[in-house]
């Protein structure tokens, strides 16, 4: 499928990345998990995108679906449903590097009335070549901003 001329910067995004990740959090224990993201081309202006997460032992733990935008050169939008009860509208800068891409994300959340309260959260995905390292920083249930998830992915090949 020929990829849309605006995805062009995006490009080495596309397929699965999977690797080790840590989670944090003032009001939690430090954790670690197996993420996995994929980003799909379906030849529109955007780009399907999945995540999915393990527990060390296997058992899922969490998963989130959505599209990324690129509207406008430097541009980035991402469109983002978590089933915890959020849905974010994210909003950012795309850098083309050497290597590859950098892309950062600040959030507007919206909360379902039995979520937990989520008031932002700020994105950071860095591709450089075959790794693609992710960072997640979010102000939640009364803390403010802080570093919740970083993640080290490689390319997956199945």
């Known amino acids: 499928m020929e990829l849309h001329e605006q995805l062009a910067p995006l490009a ?24 996995e993201l994929t980003f799909t081309n379906v030849g529109k ?21 959505g599209y990324l935008r690129h509207p406008a050169p430097g541009i980035i939008e991402f469109v983002i449903a978590l089933p915890t009860g959020q849905s974010e509208m994210a909003e950012g800068t795309v850098t083309e590097t050497d290597s590859g891409v950098v892309i950062e994300l600040h959030s507007r959340v919206l909360n ?39 993640s080290e992915l490689t390319r997956a090949v199945d």
């Open 45 to 65: 202006p955007f780009l399907a995108y999945q995540q999915r997460t393990w527990s060390p032992t296997g058992q899922p733990m969490h998963i989130e679906t």
């Open 112 to 150: 379902s009335g039995t979520a937990k309260t989520v008031d932002s959260m700020i994105r950071e995905y860095r591709l450089d070549g075959d790794t693609l390292n992710t960072r997640l920083d979010m102000a939640a249930v009364g803390q403010g901003m802080t570093n919740h998830l970083v």
């Open 12 to 35: 080495g995004l596309i397929g699965a990345w999977r690797g080790p990740a840590t989670g944090q959090y003032p009001t939690i224990k430090t954790f670690s998990y197996t993420e």
